[in-house]
């Protein structure tokens, strides 16, 4: 087959370049020009560009660079400055992989005569009754079929993740034992856009009003202040105004239209139900006993699933309560075998 294997730079993309080829396949490497800003982290800057175009010419394979600035703009950082405006936490990176790495990834391989797109991502893709579903990877320490859940079915279809069944591990000795460039290259953790010298704040505050806020308990009595109630998530503990000395109070809520932070002991943190709105199934819409995880690593938990037939949301009642999910922040449900990915929302 023909494929275009998308190559950030890092030593996943390399491997999984070099196991297509190993494989028979014609391959040719791309690396998406995403964010035109400032950028020392993730997976945007030059010098990822430049070692996987040496990964490249090391695995002797054509290697094309596609500018999807104007895309990243509209599809991941304005959407995370207005999440932010509005008192959400949002994941920019499972936005990126939906409408970047994947959507235009594909419709640009279906203009140059590609056969399928292949990531370096940790998961694995299988079928099931006729269908393709999302799975988790063979290390379950890196697995990533959490971000990358939202793949509708032609995608599945024309999909390759070819690092999905090995180890992290076998990954690196792969790479050094074929002399990749990239083999000791340390992960990539982070939003690209969001440099270690500046951060969040200094990037949320050149592109929004910073408003204050008070900071009650849930009698309403005042305790504290933040100056930016935009850089406030539900669960924070630290930055909140409050004295040294007391008990652990955690923030329960957040209501930057009334200015206004919520704090609790962690008791008020937890809750028996979660509702996520946009859901995106992989097949047909899952009902009863799921699995449900809640970030990118972490532990997925025994809910029940039912959609509310008024508001379309899902609705999930938690077999034992769990802290609350910080609104805007995506939830995805696995079978109970906990391999299968059945959809993926956003936590209201």
Same mark, same amino acid.
């Given at each position: 087959?023909?494929?275009?294997?998308?190559?950030?730079?890092?030593?996943?993309?390399?491997?999984?370049? &070099?196991?297509?080829?190993?494989?028979? @396949?014609?391959?040719?490497?791309?690396?998406?020009?995403?964010?035109?800003?400032?950028?020392?982290?993730?997976? +945007?800057?030059?010098?990822?560009?430049?070692?996987?175009?040496?990964?490249?010419?090391?695995?002797?394979?054509?290697? #094309?660079?596609?500018?999807?600035?104007?895309? =990243?703009?509209?599809?991941?950082?304005?959407?995370?400055?207005?999440?932010?405006? @509005?008192?959400?936490?949002?994941?920019? +990176?499972?936005? +990126?992989?939906?409408?970047?790495? =994947?959507?235009?990834?594909?419709?640009?391989?279906?203009?140059?005569?590609?056969?399928?797109?292949?990531?370096?991502?940790?998961?694995?893709?299988?079928?099931?009754?006729? @269908?393709?579903?999302?799975?988790?990877?063979? /290390?379950?320490?890196?697995?990533?079929?959490?971000?990358?859940?939202?793949?509708?079915?032609?995608?599945?279809?024309?999909?390759?993740?070819?690092?999905?069944?090995?180890?992290?591990?076998?990954?690196?000795?792969?790479?050094?034992?074929?002399?990749?460039?990239? &083999?000791?290259?340390?992960?990539?953790? /982070?939003?690209?856009?969001?440099?270690?010298?500046?951060?969040?704040?200094?990037?949320?505050?050149?592109?929004?009003? =910073?408003?204050?806020?008070?900071?009650?308990?849930? /009698?309403?009595?005042?305790?504290?202040?933040?100056?930016?109630?935009?850089?406030?998530?539900?669960?924070?503990?630290?930055?909140?105004?409050?004295?040294?000395?007391?008990?652990?109070?955690?923030?329960?809520?957040?209501?930057?239209? &009334?200015?206004?932070?919520?704090?609790?002991?962690?008791?008020? #943190?937890?809750?028996?139900?979660?509702?996520?709105?946009?859901?995106?199934?992989?097949?047909?819409?899952?009902?009863?006993?799921?699995?449900?995880?809640?970030?990118?690593?972490?532990?997925?938990?025994?809910?029940?699933?039912?959609?509310? &037939?008024?508001?379309?949301?899902?609705?999930?009642?938690?077999?034992?309560?769990?802290?609350?999910?910080?609104?805007?922040?995506?939830?995805?449900?696995?079978?109970?075998?906990?391999?299968?990915?059945?959809?993926?929302?956003?936590?209201?």
């Amino acid at each position: 087959m023909k494929v275009l294997c998308a190559m950030s730079g890092g030593v996943d993309s390399s491997v999984a370049a &070099a196991e297509l080829l190993a494989d028979g @396949h014609e391959v040719v490497g791309v690396t998406m020009r995403l964010w035109g800003g400032d950028s020392d982290t993730g997976c +945007c800057s030059i010098a990822d560009v430049d070692d996987a175009r040496r990964v490249a010419q090391q695995l002797g394979i054509d290697h #094309l660079v596609f500018n999807f600035t104007d895309d =990243f703009d509209r599809h991941v950082v304005e959407p995370y400055v207005d999440a932010h405006a @509005h008192g959400l936490t949002p994941n920019p +990176c499972i936005e +990126c992989n939906r409408h970047l790495k =994947f959507a235009r990834l594909s419709e640009r391989a279906d203009l140059l005569g590609f056969d399928v797109v292949a990531t370096g991502h940790h998961a694995r893709i299988v079928e099931h009754d006729g @269908h393709h579903y999302v799975a988790r990877g063979a /290390d379950a320490a890196k697995d990533q079929s959490y971000v990358v859940h939202m793949l509708p079915q032609r995608e599945l279809a024309r999909t390759l993740f070819p690092v999905g069944h090995l180890t992290k591990a076998e990954v690196r000795r792969r790479a050094d034992a074929a002399g990749l460039r990239t &083999a000791h290259k340390p992960d990539s953790q /982070d939003v690209c856009f969001i440099t270690h010298t500046g951060g969040r704040e200094q990037f949320l505050g050149d592109r929004i009003p =910073f408003r204050p806020a008070r900071v009650v308990d849930a /009698d309403g009595a005042e305790v504290g202040a933040v100056d930016a109630v935009e850089l406030v998530t539900i669960g924070q503990r630290r930055g909140i105004g409050l004295p040294g000395g007391g008990p652990k109070r955690y923030v329960v809520d957040v209501d930057v239209a &009334a200015g206004r932070v919520v704090v609790g002991d962690e008791r008020e #943190l937890y809750t028996g139900t979660t509702r996520v709105t946009t859901m995106t199934w992989a097949a047909s819409v899952a009902s009863g006993d799921v699995l449900v995880q809640c970030s990118a690593h972490g532990d997925a938990r025994r809910a029940s699933a039912h959609v509310d &037939a008024e508001s379309g949301e899902v609705v999930l009642d938690w077999a034992e309560p769990q802290r609350r999910v910080a609104p805007g922040q995506s939830v995805v449900l696995y079978d109970l075998g906990d391999e299968r990915v059945l959809g993926g929302g956003i936590a209201r």
